[in-house]
């Protein structure tokens, strides 16, 4: 198998590799929740108080999401915030997922990141310097170009958790 960053024709070089990132990522993650029972998808650690593997996708897909509309410079459309919940919850926690099927939850990110590549198509390398502000309160800022990397690395993080949350469920 070769691996690299080349990004599409599509995009210019410094977006292409970014997006080849993220890309890449998702498809790590699609590899190590490939044949999850539905119960193992809901699986929330031996005392039920760890976010489970159909939490953490939502998650990261709602996370990226905001990151589309951001690049766009747009919010989030209220039909899409309907489909994909918020954030958090009334609790500052991941909202609770229950009972939605690996392959639902997997085709729905997959709409934010071809939502992503659309959006992307539309930058210069010069654009990954723009400013926007992110987090609960949109009391952050970072460039796009940090937004790129981080959707990538944040999927790693969670990927993390989700091959955690494998190792206790096939142990327990």
């Known amino acids: 198998m070769f691996y690299d960053l080349q990004g599409q024709a599509n995009l210019s070089p410094i977006v ?3 997006v080849a990132a993220v890309r ?3 498809a790590r993650l699609r590899s190590i929740t490939e044949g999850m029972s539905q119960e193992e998808v809901d699986y929330k650690g031996l ?3 760890f976010n489970s593997t159909a939490q953490l996708i939502r998650h990261l897909a709602v996370v ?3 990151w589309v509309f951001r690049i766009k410079g747009q919010p989030v459309p209220p039909a899409m915030q309907e489909i994909y919940g ?3 919850d009334e609790r500052n926690r991941i909202p609770m997922i229950h009972g939605v099927p690996r392959h639902t939850l997997m085709a729905q990110y997959e709409e934010v990141m071809n939502m992503l590549e659309e959006a992307c198509v539309q930058l210069t390398d010069a654009d990954l310097a723009r400013v926007v502000t992110f987090g609960h309160d ?5 460039t796009l170009r940090w937004g ?3 959707i990538a690395d944040h999927s790693r ?3 993390a958790q989700i091959n955690l949350l494998r190792k206790w469920f096939r142990t327990s």
């Open 16 to 18: 292409g590799m970014l």
């Open 64 to 66: 990226d999401l905001n």
């Open 86 to 88: 918020p954030m958090i």
């Open 47 to 49: 005392h039920r108080d």
């Open 24 to 26: 890449e990522n998702n």
């Open 157 to 159: 993080y969670h990927q």
């Open 148 to 150: 790129l990397w981080h």
């Open 138 to 142: 949109n009391e952050k800022q970072a």
